[in-house]
């Protein structure tokens, strides 16, 4: 027999301690909050030392801008008509378009693994289920072909109760192996029974997919001898860093640090470190002269200003691990919390600023040519903040997903890596968002498929090299600026460092003339 101090407890003093535990909860989070603001760096000028201005106040920010909505509506006035209730999207923007956009996510994912039955029953609207899109649907199951990857492409809010979704679909042929041909995919989204469907669905022709070029596992190349200029990179995330031609020559350590990059005249390498001293810092191409710039800590992803004046980073604090808390023995699992900021450094006087922006999460800052505009990765996609006039926003049809954006010498373009499924890719569009499309893509020949990550563009902006993982270890391979001729930029020369990628959106390479 159990004892009394044993017994199941009333309902009463069970809520009573669920509701403590909520509140305990409450109190960490709100904690959490107030504990994780970042260290405020020190910048020490190049040629004197003067004090830092601190960073300007900053008034209140807007609430998150719409992703490329149909319409703004301005705000009611004295004398305006009663406004009609705010519909679903107008309620909720953010949340409505990570639904929405799951929902595509998940239907193409569907698609992909051959689940027809369960992409129609759960993620498609009564209506699309017995019209036109059923039947679309159905031509899915060919004996011919078969469905190898969707990729979404774009990702747009077209009405106040609509979304619009574009992929691309690839197909293999059953009979000829290796052969590949590609599909438009465009999908209309509504609401029905308070969620986020696919109600529309509309294929584009069958065009013959552009060939990419494979590699063989176990041979590697010979480095191409006429590429120019020289890259530095880094082994791992604060690990060494060397430079080597771009014809595979000269390869010498430089230091250990993090993320390197060139200066615009090619004169000087700044990285960061992550160990006392920590901070920003400069060093010359052989290796001499090392300077500290900036005195803080967790600064990372260091851009020049196309001038060379500035520099501009992020600092990234919070935890990158969850977290496990228990309150009367009940247990709650906290998600890991982020806080980013990106600042700007001026070489000269040691002015720093605190760029104004929206988002929790910043990483891979990349300065435009013409001086004005920064991009950089965030929480939800890419983003753009004008230095001129601090105006801010997102690339529509970009994901949290998309990383690392590099602008091309001229500033016509935008290189950057995103996932897809279960890999990643290396992407380009138009400096204005728009041409979104992959420039590495399927291996057919392999099971699972490789990573392509961390694009630099060559000082011409003929090239791109990037990482992979195609043949096994993290190898350096570069590219026309149209995706075509890829191949190994140093064969296994660099093997014996070797490299490594952390998923850190570390910058890996840079490429200087």
Request: hydrophobic share 35%.
């Amino acid at each position: 027999m159990r004892s009394a101090t044993n017994r199941t407890q009333p309902p009463s003093r069970r809520f009573s301690v669920l509701w403590a535990s909520v509140f305990g909860l409450l109190l960490f989070l709100t904690a959490c909050q107030g504990a994780l603001p970042s260290p405020t760096p020190t910048a020490i000028p190049l040629h004197s030392t003067v004090t830092p201005l601190p960073p300007p106040a900053v008034a209140t920010e807007p609430p998150l801008q719409l992703p490329a909505g149909p319409r703004q509506t301005a705000s009611p006035t004295a004398g305006t008509a009663t406004a009609q209730p705010p519909t679903a999207t107008e309620r909720f923007p953010d949340l409505d378009y990570r639904l929405a956009r799951t929902t595509v996510r998940v239907f193409l994912d569907r698609l992909t693994a051959g689940d027809l039955s369960g992409a129609s029953q759960l993620l498609m609207t009564k209506r699309a289920q017995t019209g036109q899109a059923a039947q679309l649907l159905s031509d899915f199951t060919s004996d011919d072909r078969h469905l190898v990857a969707a990729t979404l492409m774009q990702f747009l809010w077209t009405s106040e109760t609509t979304y619009e979704a574009e992929a691309e679909l690839h197909w293999a042929d059953e009979e000829s192996s290796g052969r590949t041909s590609r599909q438009s995919l465009t999908l209309i989204l509504t609401l029905e029974r308070g969620l986020w469907l696919v109600d529309e669905i509309n294929l584009g022709k069958l065009q013959a997919a552009p060939s990419v070029p494979l590699a063989t596992p176990g041979v590697a190349p010979r480095p191409t001898a006429h590429l120019q200029g020289k890259l530095v990179l880094q082994t791992s995330t604060g690990g060494d860093l060397y430079v080597i031609n771009a014809d595979g020559s000269g390869l010498h350590r430089l230091t250990d640090g993090l993320d390197p990059a060139w200066s615009p005249d090619g004169t000087k390498i700044a990285f960061t470190r992550w160990r006392n001293p920590w901070g920003a810092y400069l060093i010359k191409p052989d290796g001499s002269d090392e300077q500290r710039i900036v005195d803080g800590v967790r600064l990372k992803e260091i851009t020049w200003s196309p001038d060379g004046s500035q520099i501009a980073y992020t600092i990234n604090g919070g935890t990158s691990e969850e977290t496990e808390i228990c309150f009367f023995g009940f247990c709650f699992t906290i998600p890991p919390i982020y806080t980013g900021q990106l600042w700007t450094a001026d070489l000269e006087t040691g002015k720093l600023l605190s760029l104004p922006l929206d988002e929790r999460g910043v990483h891979a800052p990349t300065w435009s040519p013409s001086g004005n505009r920064i991009v950089y990765a965030a929480d939800h996609g890419l983003a753009w903040i004008d230095l001129d006039t601090m105006e801010k926003g997102r690339f529509s049809g970009s994901s949290g997903w998309d990383g690392s954006p590099t602008f091309s010498p001229d500033g016509q373009q935008i290189t950057f890596m995103g996932r897809v499924h279960d890999h990643w890719e290396i992407w380009i569009m138009n400096a204005n968002g728009s041409g979104r499309r992959p420039l590495t893509g399927l291996n057919l020949q392999q099971q699972e498929p490789p990573s392509n990550v961390a694009p630099a563009w060559s000082p011409d902006g003929e090239q791109i090299a990037f990482l992979s993982n195609r043949d096994g270890p993290w190898r350096i391979y570069v590219m026309e600026a149209d995706g075509s001729k890829q191949r190994p930029m140093f064969g296994e020369r660099l093997d014996s460092l070797p490299l490594r990628y952390e998923w850190a959106s570390e910058r890996v390479l840079s490429w200087s003339r």
